[in-house]
């Protein structure tokens, strides 16, 4: 496994990717248009906020962003994070979270956010793990398919204070890049 900047060569890959991601998920990297528009986007340019993990074979597992605040939000970044569901339980969404952490230190930026349905428990307490901590609820925000209101958490870490303590206990940012 390797987790790296997305690349040029990595466009068939991530749009192969991407077809894997079940659609009510997509809607949570709010990109627009079709995976081969998304994927063009995020290979067109290396971008260290913009995060795969690739298997030795070449098979993109998952992939991270992290999408820049601006004017006053400037200091913050949204996640945005997809893992295909065949490679889920394997520690993939973490190590992948801990690369982009080290990322967006080096980056500058002190926050960054990232928004959960409360129906993903687990989701929810992978993060809680790496330092980030609920900060809103909003009932009834998200909409489903077949009309369903579900509950979204946004969840932040204010990295800079969480960095001392992540160091403290093993967790080194960065060190999950290959």
């Given at each position: 496994m390797t987790i790296r900047t997305c690349e040029p060569g990595d466009?068939?890959?991530l749009e192969a990717f991407l077809r894997t991601i079940?659609?009510?998920e997509r809607a949570f990297h709010k990109a627009e248009g079709a995976d081969?528009?998304?994927a063009a986007e995020w290979s067109s340019q290396r971008d260290p906020l913009r995060l795969v993990d690739v298997a030795d074979d070449g098979v993109v597992r998952g992939m991270i962003g992290i999408r820049r605040g601006r004017g006053m939000s400037a200091h913050t970044g949204e996640i945005t994070l997809l893992v295909d569901p065949a490679f889920r339980q394997?520690?993939?969404a973490t190590n992948l979270v801990v690369a982009a952490i080290g990322e967006a230190l080096k980056a500058g930026l002190s926050h960054v956010f990232v928004e959960v349905?409360?129906?993903h428990t687990a989701t929810v307490g992978m993060f809680r793990k790496l330092g980030f901590e609920a900060e809103?609820?909003?009932q009834g925000f998200i909409k489903r398919r077949d009309g369903e209101?579900?509950?979204l958490i946004m969840m932040t870490n204010r990295l800079e204070?969480?960095?001392a303590a992540a160091q403290l206990v093993g967790l080194e940012t960065g060190d999950a890049m290959a």
């Open positions: 466009q068939e890959a079940p659609e009510q081969a528009a998304l394997q520690q993939i349905t409360a129906e809103a609820l909003l209101l579900q509950d204070e969480n960095w």
